[in-house]
């Protein structure tokens, strides 16, 4: 028994617990109860993953199903999916509220940020970029790496705007 529910913004960005939450979704290969989850994530309150677990449901990010008298979740699309819709999301939104000036923002807090294999990092990086990719409450998971994505995207629509 399949649940639908009606989500109308695209999700482009995730709390931490929901981003932990869809590791282990995206992680499991297979449908996972709400105490899979919590074994998985090595303790936890039963009722608060339950409840991240129903609103990742209702922002279309899990779906669940009913087994028995549980319901077991699983994600509705792949984590490359996911951090490439969320990175064409915060692009489009930043290029429309701000033009072009804040793609190119994003695509240098990105080279900052993660310069090329081949190419050293700039010697004196964007101080926003650098105390935000530095803070100490900087998490380096897949939401930054959404974002990183999301200033490639950034430099891609650049450079179709700037030929055109």
Known sequence: MQEATE???PVTTLGPLETRLMDVAWTAG????????VDRLGGGNYKTVMTVLNRLVEKEMLARELDGRAYRYHPTH??????????????RGYVEA?????????ADAARVASPPADKPADP???PVAYRIYHSPTSRKGPLFIAGAAAAIAAVFILSRRRKS
């Open 7 to 9: 989500h109308k913004t």
């Open 30 to 37: 297979r449908s996972l109860s709400v105490q899979d989850v």
């Open 78 to 91: 792949g984590r490359d999916e996911f951090l490439r819709a969320a990175a064409d999301g915060l692009v």
């Open 98 to 106: 701000f033009g072009d000036d804040a793609a190119s923002h994003i």
């Open 124 to 126: 004196q990086p964007l």
